[in-house]
């Protein structure tokens, strides 16, 4: 993807690239979580229901190449809120890395050149009342931070989620993507925009790959033909050390990462005007026996999440 304001891209990307080049010693990395949902703020057990959550996925999630962030935020409000802007920041998770980088395909983003923004980003709330945005940050302190999101106008509304990042460790094999969860629905990511200001059924995933440690500073490669193919208006893959993006499945050569020492890898993925439905993604490690991991991601329609 070509990224807009180059220095804050420089500021995530470099790290990840220049540490890689000198051996990817200390690298971090990622590992499964299965999680019946993100960190939402607002209303406790036994209150009245939240007028917005924020979701975070995966959720914890352990930090890759570099000590690198990486994850998905959900504001999920009433559909009364729609039309209205959020501002989704994190004052914790500044204090935690030296830099974090906002990417959102509304306002002009499109998944071959989405927008990004530096420390904090504002994004308007669908007909659904929500709104989705990816996340990446690098190098961090592992450890908690606090995510806020808030309602640039009446009733300034304010959620809260904590993005817990952990420290290194080796972790299962396989590939899996995020959200798993979107409010109240369970089986997938649901797609937010459906205006011209809140885009137009648009995805946000991340994708951990997650080999054996023997595997590590080998390449590993994702792709997956029906997610492509589902997202009609294009779509994107980013590694940070790689990026490919098109309409249409994707033809040419996939998109590759190097395994850090842990032997995990991370991708994002930007999609816009997406069918609904489950999509077979599928991971090859390209040394030694190749292993393959493959992993469904549901898509779901635009709805009300909470």
């Not at 299965?34 to 959720?59: A, F, K, L």
């Not at 779509?235 to 020492?261: A, K, M």
Request: charged residues 10%.
């Amino acid at each position: 993807m070509k990224v807009r304001h180059v220095g804050a891209k420089a500021l995530v990307v470099t790290a990840v690239v220049s540490m890689a080049l000198l051996g990817m010693s200390g690298i971090a990395s990622a590992k499964k979580h299965h999680h019946p949902g993100g960190s939402s703020g607002g209303g406790g057990t036994g209150g009245p229901p939240p007028t917005m959550t924020v979701q975070i996925d995966p959720n914890p999630l352990v930090e890759t190449a570099q000590s690198l962030v990486s994850a998905v935020i959900q504001v999920e409000t009433s559909p009364s809120f729609a039309g209205d802007a959020v501002t989704i920041s994190s004052s914790q998770l500044q204090a935690a890395c030296q830099g974090i980088l906002f990417f959102s395909l509304q306002d002009g983003g499109t998944p071959a050149s989405p927008r990004t923004s530096i420390n904090f980003i504002t994004a308007i709330l669908d007909d659904d009342g929500n709104a989705t945005v990816l996340v990446t940050a690098t190098p961090c302190a592992p450890g908690p931070s606090v995510v806020e999101a808030d309602l640039t106008v009446a009733p300034f509304s304010t959620a809260i989620g904590t993005l817990n990042a952990s420290p290194p460790q080796v972790t299962p094999t396989g590939v899996f993507g995020y959200p798993a969860t979107s409010g109240t629905v369970t089986n997938g990511e649901v797609e937010t925009g459906d205006t011209a200001a809140s885009g137009n059924s648009d995805v946000y995933a991340i994708f951990y790959v997650e080999a054996d440690a023997v595997y590590a500073e080998q390449q590993v490669e994702i792709s997956s033909a029906q997610l492509e193919g589902r997202c009609y208006g294009g779509w994107g893959w980013e590694s940070f050390l790689n990026e490919i993006s098109g309409t249409g499945v994707n033809t040419g050569p996939r998109i590759t990462s190097t395994l850090d020492d842990d032997g995990n890898a991370v991708f994002l993925f930007l999609g816009t005007s997406c069918a609904a439905g489950p999509s077979q993604v599928i991971a090859d490690v390209l040394a030694g026996s190749h292993p393959t991991y493959t992993t469904t991601f549901n898509i779901n329609a635009p709805a009300p999440t909470i």
